[in-house]
């Protein structure tokens, strides 16, 4: 497990451009990240389409946003975690002020 804190600058709503992103590119069939089952307020669980595993998204305070990654293989977590963190780069990469990984078990 790989906790991800994203660090907004000027608490930009970024949990909020995250889902819309996401359903942007879902639409025109473009992301590889997705998201699987339903939607709770404020939290979110995507999975990517060729690594095995997920990714839990949970709106904080402050417009922190805070990710668990987690793979249903340890040594293949890395690919979830890149696969994220180039997400964030390549849509968010003016919005985000810093991003913190924990690594470890809950």
């Avoid at 595993?53 to 805070?66: D, P, R, T």
């Amino acid at each position: 497990m790989i906790k991800v804190t994203v660090i907004p600058r000027k608490e930009n709503n970024l949990y909020g451009g995250l889902v819309k992103k996401e359903l942007e590119l879902r639409r025109r069939n473009q992301g590889t990240l997705h998201r699987a089952l339903g939607k709770k307020a404020g939290e979110e669980r995507w999975r990517h389409e060729r690594y095995k595993g997920w990714i839990n998204l949970q709106k904080c305070l402050g417009g922190v946003v805070v990710a668990v990654v987690r793979s249903k293989a340890a040594d293949q977590e890395w690919q979830l975690l890149s696969s994220f963190v180039g997400f964030l780069d390549r849509h968010f990469r003016d919005h985000i002020s810093s991003i913190n990984l924990t690594y470890g078990e809950d």
